[in-house]
């Protein structure tokens, strides 16, 4: 119990230390992370106050949109302490170690949300690239796995849209599912949402209202980087 206690007075002091790293202003930032996360404002004051902590699938989509990990959230080493945010004119989109699995799946663990460098666009690039949307909402991480060859290869960076973490149409999602993280494509089918890979030597697989307490979006796709290289000798 008095275990339990520590983890949740360092959770709550770290969370706040996260978020003042990435900008976020005191007055507000509940309600921003309670509509972020899809969970109720009760919920995201209890974990500022050490009186809980959040779910696995919440967890990891919390440190992901602050920019932390969820070890180091828990009290883990320093060296995952999240990345000081640089407030310059430049719009600036940080790269996370997710390595999000485009194949079977991959565990979720404490490890992968670790920022571990940022891009910077010019404001005029990246309105050309992500429209009007804030630099926090932008995320990109690299992908491994070949399930949607052809669209995203293993080894692309792909931006995301951190608010996008509901269903909000068809198209290509990061989402937890039980234990492992996905890039697949979603598509709303009756009261299902078939889960589709763009490579066609994946089968297709269906989550429906039964499977909802262990799917979680984390975002939505807008781009893909593609690491293509040419030899010449």
Known sequence: MVQEQQIRHTFSRRLAQACDSAGMEAHGRQATLATALQVTPKAVSKWFNAEALPRRAKLMALATYIGATSEWLLGGEASSLPLPVVHSDAYRVELLDIQ??????????????????????????????????????????????????????????????????????????????????????LQMQKNALLVLSDNPRYREWHIDEADEDQFHIIAKVLLRQSLDYKRFS
């Open 100 to 185: 999000a699995s485009a194949g079977p799946g991959c565990m979720v663990s404490s490890e992968v949300v670790e920022t571990l460098r940022a891009i910077e666009y010019t404001r005029d690039q990246a309105r050309t690239l992500f429209g009007q949307r804030p630099a926090e909402t932008i995320k990109m991480i690299t992908v491994r796995g070949d399930s949607m060859e052809g669209t995203i290869d293993p080894g692309d960076q792909i931006f995301l849209d951190m608010h996008a973490n509901v269903f909000d149409g068809d198209g290509i999602y990061v989402f937890v599912f039980g234990k492992t993280l996905h890039v697949k494509r």
